[in-house]
């Protein structure tokens, strides 16, 4: 069982920044490609970056490509996602994933606002 715990969201303002944090239990990058998406009210969830499970590649959607970036602390077990740049339309709950092609684990959320 894989455990995920969000922290960093908040409000900020349009072009500011945040850092989102995700505190992963055991050894679940060495077995899981992580990642991390986001739900706006009224919509669906939508796949925002992700770090697969040897280091060696990132992805990003294309509405944050250039402003957003993923990282981990492998001795800290924690995923990050550097937000720089916000826009109103990043405003949503952020949650972390942790990927294999057996099961997928999501952490509770956090939540971001980006005010205009």
């Known amino acids: ?11 900020v303002q349009a072009g500011g920044s945040l850092r989102l944090s995700c505190a992963a239990s055991g050894r679940t990058f060495s077995f899981y ?5 986001r739900q706006a009210p009224g ?15 990132t992805y990003y959607a294309d509405s944050v490509k250039g402003r957003f970036t993923i990282s981990r602390d492998i001795a800290k077990n924690t995923v990050y996602l550097q937000m720089n ?27 971001v606002t980006v005010s205009s």
């Open 1 to 11: 069982q894989v455990q995920l715990v969000e922290s960093g969201g908040g409000l």
């Open 33 to 37: 490609d992580m990642g991390w998406y």
């Open 43 to 57: 919509k669906e969830r939508e796949f925002v970056a992700q770090l697969v499970r040897s280091g060696s590649n």
């Open 85 to 111: 740049s916000l826009k109103s339309e990043d405003t949503a709950i952020y949650y972390c994933n942790a990927h294999s092609l057996a099961r997928d684990f999501w952490g509770q959320g956090t939540q």
